[in-house]
């Protein structure tokens, strides 16, 4: 991405492969960001479970405000989070899904199906391809342009 392009803050939105993928570096630089200090207090839960000078409510207290914040920022560029660290784009036909630390958008799933069961795009989404397929009326959905063979080997 440029410089001098801008990312439109907004929340719920239809995101195409493009757009996501303009999106999702900042993501996940939030997320990287977060991800230690609360894998940290994860450890820390764990280890003083049993420990009665640890006090459990104040480290659960800091892990959901990080969680919850992490969760903010992420919906506010228009990401759907789907669990810890992982996030959908919705496309109208289905989702692009990202889990951290995915260094790339390589992921889609349908909207009725769980984030586990998203399958993986193995050739790039194109803007012409797709335009292509909508004006030939062959297809017209996210779902039926991977189906056809461009989004996968």
């Not at 764990?46 to 969760?71: F, G, Q, T, Y």
């Not at 920022?73 to 990202?98: A, C, E, T």
């Not at 193995?122 to 009326?137: A, C, R, T, W």
Request: charged share 25%.
């Amino acid at each position: 991405m440029c410089d001098h392009e801008l990312i439109a803050i907004r929340g719920n939105r239809l995101f195409s492969f493009s757009q996501a993928q303009q999106v999702l570096p900042i993501i996940r630089r939030i997320t990287g960001r977060f991800f230690e200090p609360v894998e940290n207090l994860i450890h820390q839960l764990e280890r003083s479970k049993d420990s009665p000078a640890v006090n459990l409510r104040d480290l659960e207290a800091k892990l959901d405000s990080l969680i919850l914040e992490w969760h903010r920022k992420v919906i506010k560029l228009g990401g759907q989070p789907k669990g810890l660290w992982m996030v959908d784009f919705n496309s109208g036909d289905g989702y692009y899904s990202w889990s951290y630390p995915e260094m790339e958008l390589e992921y889609w799933r349908k909207h009725n199906t769980r984030f586990e069961e998203r399958g993986k795009i193995s050739q790039p989404l194109e803007v012409s391809d797709f335009n292509y397929l909508k004006s030939s009326g062959n297809f017209v959905s996210v779902e039926a342009f991977i189906e056809s063979g461009f989004g996968t080997n």
